[in-house]
């Protein structure tokens, strides 16, 4: 069995998803098929929220109407028939019915989550109500039966792979099962969600749990780029992929991948493609455990938001024990480190989620000086590079010569060079990786 995920803007416009059912009929083999929200949802939907959360429901009113507008439109392309049209009609009105309900009561994190959620349920009621317009057999295997995950925030595999292995064993004469991305239930059975982007994550996940032949995520581009298309021109796609490169450049930016949607499919060797709905027969992206291209630097990929921390020790060496001091801060805030460097007296590390910064600082404060650099962006190049081949790190500096950077990583993987420059400096950084390291040429 295959499992397919389609994003946002595979299923955008009723025109979208009318493509996304074609290619989803074009054989008999049996698949799983993963919905995103309709691209915007999700991000109007956490609009609604902060206005019902800032006390403003006349705000919020106002933009449920456009939501909800966009949805009667929506429908009237997407059916062909009165009875299609009723069902998508009686689906908006329920789930309207739902979001308006927030508006007149309390509102905190439960209804925020169970607000967002609203999304995927959305596009895959509307998709399976235009499936079996269209005669199709297909089945609708809600998420929330077989995601969830735990109080720290894992998804928790095997409890998929139960629930889910019985809801498909239950309907052995259907061939298509649809199903939500991005959502799930936490520990409490309450809905939560695999953040931002979390689709990708589900389709992987669901793939390991069921075995998956393969998983494909389809998506407005054909394949993961070697740069971020909508920073630097003349990007290409690239053929092939370890699943360690490709979770490099997803973990580091790449916004076609959830950062953890490789880790799942690696685990069971489940290969991933990445495929373009608006052109169906581009090659796009096949991610394996090994790959047979030469290229030794694959692909560049950013990721914003980074805060460093410069942390001294107040001895005058780096004494022993002083690091499982500095990392059992971390820690304790379950603040995850991206990038490290060591010194003989002190150490600099990046982390991502600030959210805890300030007791961090507090902390590391009784036993070192702590200095805080914000707004950085880490810049990571992605592909095989073997330890004692020379010359690697002289086409990266080379090429960025002229960019001030304030923190370098090489030789904890090898498949990962990042530097640490500030923000205001990512797009002039990543232009000028492109520029040295892959030749214009190669793009088309
Ligand atoms: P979906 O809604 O299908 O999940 P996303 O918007 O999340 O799609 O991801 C696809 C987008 O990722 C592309 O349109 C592209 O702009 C962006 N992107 C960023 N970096 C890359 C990259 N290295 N290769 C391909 N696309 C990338
Ligand atoms: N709809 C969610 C989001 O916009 C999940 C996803 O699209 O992958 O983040
Ligand atoms: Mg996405």
């Not at 109080?151 to 004469?173: H, M, N, S, Y």
């Not at 953890?260 to 169906?280: E, H």
């Amino acid at each position: 069995m295959k499992v397919l995920k389609f994003g946002g803007t595979s299923v955008g416009k009723p025109e979208r998803m009318h493509a996304v059912a074609r290619l989803i009929t074009q054989d008999d083999a049996r698949k799983l098929v993963v919905l995103s929200a309709v691209s915007g949802t999700t991000n109007s939907l956490i609009e609604i929220g902060d206005l019902i959360g800032k006390g403003d429901p006349a705000a919020a009113t106002a933009a449920i109407d456009k939501l909800h507008g966009s949805y009667q439109a929506f429908i009237g392309g997407l059916y062909g028939t009165p009875g299609g049209l009723a069902k998508g009609q009686a689906v908006i009105a329920e789930h309207f019915g739902f979001i308006r309900s927030l508006t007149g009561k309390p509102y905190a994190v439960k209804e925020s989550k169970e607000l967002v959620a609203e999304g995927e349920l959305i596009s895959t009621q509307l998709f399976i109500a235009y499936l079996h317009e269209t005669g199709v057999n297909a089945a609708l295997l809600p998420a929330l039966d077989f995601m969830r995950i735990d109080a720290d925030e894992e998804p928790v595999l095997d409890f998929t792979e139960r629930e889910l292995g019985k809801a498909i064993a239950a309907q052995p004469g259907v061939d298509i099962f649809i199903t939500q991305g991005y959502i799930c239930r936490n520990p409490g059975g309450e809905i939560d969600n695999l953040k931002r982007g979390g689709s990708d994550y589900t389709a992987s996940l669901v793939g390991a749990a069921i075995r998956a032949e393969e998983v494909q995520i389809w998506t407005d581009i054909d394949g993961m780029h070697n740069n971020d298309p909508r920073i630097v021109k003349n990007t290409f796609p690239i053929a092939e992929l370890s699943f360690d490169e490709a979770a490099e450049l997803a973990y580091f930016g790449a916004k076609i991948l959830h950062p953890f949607s490789i880790r799942p499919a690696k685990l069971y060797n489940i290969p991933v493609r990445l495929l373009n709905t608006m052109q169906p027969e581009a090659r796009g992206t096949l991610i394996t455990n090994s790959t047979t291209e030469e290229r030794d630097i694959k692909a560049i990929a950013a990721k914003d938001g980074i805060t460093a921390i410069r942390i001294q020790s107040s001895r005058m060496l780096l004494a022993y024990g002083f690091l499982t001091k500095v990392f059992e801060v971390f820690q304790r805030y379950k603040t995850p480190i991206d990038v490290i460097t060591t010194s003989e007296v002190a150490v600099s590390l990046t982390i991502d989620n600030p959210v805890h910064l300030d007791e961090i600082i507090g902390e590391l404060k009784a036993f070192s000086r702590v200095e805080v650099d914000r707004d950085l962006s880490i810049i990571c190049v992605v592909g095989s590079f073997s330890l004692d081949r020379h010359g690697i790190i002289a086409r990266v500096f080379n090429a960025i010569k002229d960019i001030p950077v304030r923190m370098i990583s090489f030789g904890g993987s090898v498949h990962n060079i990042s530097v640490l420059v500030v923000t205001e400096k990512k797009n002039a950084t990543l232009n000028a990786l492109n520029e040295g390291l892959f030749q214009l040429a190669e793009a088309h």
